[in-house]
């Protein structure tokens, strides 16, 4: 009689493991999706900037191109770079590039290497308040930069010493 009872309470026991996981799981795996789609609302809420920009310019400007002979215009790393070295303040730089992005002229250009490089970007016709986003969100992140981009920027480096031009 007392095996009868062990088998038993033993039987129950793990029964009642095996349900106990199992709603753990589900709390889990259901925390755990909450958790994701708030992160992404919020993701579009806070970098709307972001998503603008992904939208509006990595056709020319993206990070992940493979090397510096395949994109079409500087990265925003190196935009950002540039910009702070002239404006001061986050009104100023993010009144700049919106100036120039509905307006690019090869006379106002600050990036005078890429203007050499790849032309005079063509005018946008973006919502003004969609490039202040974007600006912002340049100015306020740190952007993402292309693998190849250090060692770019180690070459300008050499290229200034040897021959006493400057790039931009």
Same mark, same amino acid.
């Given at each position: =009689?007392?095996?009868?009872?062990?088998?038993?309470?033993?039987?129950?026991?793990? $029964? !009642?493991?095996?349900?106990? #996981? /199992?709603?753990?799981? @589900?709390?889990? @795996?259901?925390?755990? %999706?909450? #958790?994701?789609? +708030? &992160?992404?609302? #919020?993701?579009?809420?806070?970098?709307?900037?972001?998503?603008?920009? /992904?939208?509006?310019?990595?056709?020319?400007?993206?990070?992940?191109?493979?090397?510096?002979?395949?994109?079409?215009?500087?990265? $925003?790393? &190196?935009?950002? !770079?540039?910009?702070?070295?002239?404006? #001061?303040?986050? /009104?100023?730089?993010?009144?700049?590039? +919106?100036? *120039?992005?509905?307006?690019?002229?090869?006379?106002?250009?600050? !990036?005078?290497?890429? +203007? /050499?490089?790849?032309?005079? =970007?063509?005018?946008?016709?973006?919502?003004?308040?969609?490039?202040?986003?974007? &600006?912002?969100?340049?100015?306020?992140?740190? @952007?993402?930069?292309?693998? *190849? =981009?250090?060692?770019? !920027?180690?070459?300008?480096?050499? %290229?200034?010493?040897? %021959?006493?031009?400057?790039?931009?």
């Amino acid at each position: =009689m007392m095996k009868k009872v062990i088998l038993l309470l033993s039987i129950v026991a793990l $029964f !009642m493991s095996c349900i106990q #996981s /199992k709603e753990k799981n @589900v709390d889990t @795996v259901a925390a755990s %999706n909450i #958790s994701e789609v +708030v &992160a992404t609302v #919020s993701d579009l809420q806070q970098d709307n900037g972001y998503t603008l920009m /992904k939208i509006n310019c990595y056709a020319c400007h993206n990070p992940n191109t493979k090397s510096h002979d395949e994109i079409l215009a500087p990265p $925003f790393r &190196a935009v950002k !770079m540039h910009y702070n070295r002239n404006y #001061s303040s986050k /009104k100023d730089f993010v009144n700049a590039m +919106v100036n *120039w992005v509905q307006n690019p002229e090869e006379d106002k250009a600050i !990036m005078y290497g890429a +203007v /050499k490089r790849f032309k005079v =970007m063509p005018k946008l016709e973006l919502p003004k308040d969609d490039l202040e986003k974007i &600006a912002e969100y340049i100015y306020d992140n740190d @952007v993402e930069q292309p693998e *190849w =981009m250090e060692e770019h !920027m180690q070459e300008m480096k050499g %290229n200034l010493k040897t %021959n006493g031009s400057k790039e931009n």
